[in-house]
């Protein structure tokens, strides 16, 4: 995993203008609000955690936000772009 503070800020500034904040989507899981930061800073992979703030930034997978830590998806992407 790679620690991404950019990209965690992005996630953070994104979610704040759809009125969502990381601690909302930790009790929306009943997950810690450290394991979401750790999962939004690139710490930690969780599906669950990535997939429910997917949901709240409107994109369809992970992979289109975290797309080093889904390449199976990016070689689907790929094959059906052929």
Request: with cysteine; hydrophobic share 30%.
């Amino acid at each position: 995993m790679v620690l991404d503070l950019e990209l965690h800020d992005d996630i953070r500034y994104r979610l704040k203008k759809r009125g969502v904040t990381l601690s909302q989507i930790s009790r929306e899981l009943k997950k810690s609000p450290s394991t979401v930061t750790a999962v939004c800073q690139g710490r930690v992979k969780s599906d669950l955690i990535q997939r429910a703030i997917c949901k709240h930034l409107g994109k369809n997978h992970p992979a289109e936000i975290w797309p080093d830590r889904y390449p199976e998806f990016q070689s689907e992407q790929e094959e059906s772009e052929m």
